[in-house]
T-cell receptor
Framework: DGGITQSPKYLFRKEGQNVTLSCEQNLNHDAMYWYRQDPGQGLRLIYYSQIVNDFQKGDIAEGYSVSREKKESFPLTVTSAQKNPTAFYLC??????????FGPGTRLLVL | AQSVTQLDSHVSVSEGTPVLLRCNYSSSYSPSLFWYVQHPNKGLQLLLKYTSAATLVKGINGFEAEFKKSETSFHLTKPSAHMSDAAEYFCVVSVWRGYSTLTFGKGTMLLVSP
């Protein structure tokens, strides 16, 4: 985990609601990533950002949105368009050398 | 394109016996390879990384992995399992395309019995 924090640890979403997951880092890393993890599967990339004010879609971006207004922060919004949002969400950073470091994760559950 | 196959979804060992977690990969480029460990409801922790230097890579907690290009394998081993090793392990291949693109295996759950 190191210098990456994710909050909240658990999040509950009601039908039709948008929710935002927080990811903050103090590692001074330029690149940040959001992944989704489902049981029995590896991680899948949602969005990534290499620099402030720039971000790109990953493999499964539909129903999600992000912003990168500060180097330290990369929040993920799960919108009502995401029909199957229940999953474990992991934020990662990378400061060069291809190694990504992961936060502790947020578990999103649907009420 | 790259892919990763972890050959066992579950591996069971007794405490004090050796651990072998198997991983095969394919990549069109010279990849970097990683092993990460995940304890329940936690983030992923880096165990070790291969980046075309020594083929035998030593990691944390006594784990090591050997890169075999001819077999496209990157198996993870530990001489003696400890109860605290029980977790899920992910083999990951990375290709640099201006940013690191990680492809994850589906994971191997390591069970350690007393």
């Amino acid at each position: 985990d190191g210098g990456i924090t994710q909050s909240p640890k658990y999040l509950f979403r009601k039908e039709g609601q948008n929710v935002t997951l927080s990811c903050e880092q103090n590692l001074n890393h330029d690149a940040m990533y959001w992944y989704r993890q489902d049981p029995g599967q590896g991680l899948r990339l949602i969005y990534y950002s290499q620099i402030v004010n720039d971000f790109q879609k990953g493999d499964i971006a539909e129903g999600y949105s992000v912003s990168r207004e500060k180097k330290e922060s990369f929040p993920l919004t799960v919108t009502s368009a995401q029909k199957n949002p229940t999953a474990f969400y992991l934020c990662a950073t990378e400061g060069g050398g291809e190694t990504q470091y992961f936060g502790p994760g947020t578990r999103l559950l649907v009420l | 394109a790259q892919s990763v196959t972890q050959l066992d979804s579950h591996v069971s060992v007794s405490e004090g016996t050796p651990v072998l977690l198997r991983c095969n990969y394919s990549s069109s480029y010279s990849p970097s390879l990683f092993w990460y460990v995940q304890h329940p409801n936690k983030g992923l922790q880096l165990l070790l990384k291969y980046t075309s230097a020594a083929t035998l890579v030593k990691g944390i907690n006594g784990f090591e992995a050997e890169f075999k290009k001819s077999e496209t394998s990157f198996h993870l081993t530990k001489p003696s399992a400890h109860m605290s090793d029980a977790a899920e392990y992910f083999c990951v291949v990375s290709v640099w395309r201006g940013y690191s693109t990680l492809t994850f295996g589906k994971g191997t759950m390591l069970l350690v019995s007393p």
